[in-house]
């Protein structure tokens, strides 16, 4: 058994989705490892992405606003280790970080807020989201849409909707279910919406030499998650690390293999490339390939998007 003389420090960012997902975390870490509720103590840490919310994550600085202020946290001791929704760890991380863990993954699928379908909205709709990538599968959906920026938590978009600033939003399954709003929306199928990399998994991040704790980490790791969303992450690698562009990407297990699919698509959805196959479990390179392949296939309108 692992056992610490001390409280491990969890940290997380204070939305009320990254709580219930930091709560998840301490609870499967008590559960596996028998200790007491008081073994993990949760600390909250504000990010630049939770300040700043008048603008769309890409004109800001991207991904490192969700991390930037928790690596610090991590890097100076003030947390053991931090719970992150792994959509929003950046591709590249530094060197000194391991992402030690993953819970298991829940639904990975968008939900529609607002409308029964796609076909049910009105014409011209005008449809809320700050997701390139939903964006773009919102205008091959619906080429009369309307994008609008759309930021904030899951409460203040629901809110926004209700208000009618909007037809229609579009969530993460995930994120509603763990806020106890799983019944909010219509699941939409991944083949009319791929997800976006690593949607619907958490993921645990601690220091690659602090090895207490990323063995006591490792014990509440899936596996399937995993493998999963690390061949998600290898296809954004592939693409280039670090862009906000319109990307999905989905491995689900089958068998001892996994299928990944993926796809890119121009801003206003008229163009689309995808890709799908069958790879090994931990083949990083047949992952980064496919992204790369990905790129090969594009118009140079759509590849120029990820360049620089
Ligand atoms: N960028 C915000 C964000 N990051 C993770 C989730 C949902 C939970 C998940 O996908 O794991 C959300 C909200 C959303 O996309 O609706």
Do not use: Y
Not at 92 to 100: C, D, S
């Amino acid at each position: 058994m692992i056992l610490f003389d001390r409280p491990l420090r969890l940290g997380t960012r204070g939305s009320p989705l990254a709580l219930a997902q930091a709560r998840m975390t301490a609870r499967a870490l008590c559960d596996t490892h028998g200790w007491p509720d008081s073994a993990v103590a949760i600390v909250t840490v504000q990010t630049s992405g939770d300040r700043i919310q008048d603008r769309a994550l890409a004109e800001i600085g991207g991904k490192a606003l969700w991390t930037k202020e928790l690596d610090r946290a991590l890097a100076e001791g003030g947390i053991d280790f931090a719970v992150h929704s792994m959509k929003d760890v950046e591709t590249l991380r530094p060197a000194a970080m391991r992402i030690a863990a993953m819970l298991p993954r829940a639904d990975v699928r968008d939900k529609l807020v607002g409308a029964d379908s796609f076909d049910a909205l009105p014409d011209n709709p005008v449809v809320g989201t700050s997701s390139p990538r939903r964006a773009a599968q919102v205008a091959r959906l619906r080429p009369d849409a309307t994008v609008t920026l759309f930021r904030g938590n899951v409460a203040t978009r629901l809110a926004k909707l209700a208000a009618g600033e909007v037809h229609a939003t579009l969530l993460a399954a995930a994120g509603l279910d763990r806020l106890g709003q799983g019944d909010v929306g219509i699941t939409i199928p991944v083949d009319t919406m791929l997800p976006a990399p690593s949607q619907g998994a958490v993921g645990i991040e601690t220091l690659a030499d602090n090895e207490a704790v990323l063995a006591a980490l490792a014990a509440i790791s899936d596996a399937d998650t995993f493998d999963c969303v690390m061949a998600e992450r290898n296809v954004l690698m592939g693409l280039g690390g670090t862009c906000h562009s319109p990307i999905a990407a989905l491995a689900l297990v089958d068998g001892d293999r996994l299928h990944l699919r993926a796809e890119i698509i121009s801003p206003h959805g008229q163009e689309t490339v995808r890709d799908e196959a069958r790879i090994d479990r931990h083949d990083s390179d047949a992952a980064q390939a496919m992204g790369r392949s990905l790129l090969d296939r594009a118009s140079p309108a759509l590849r120029s998007l990820f360049e620089g």
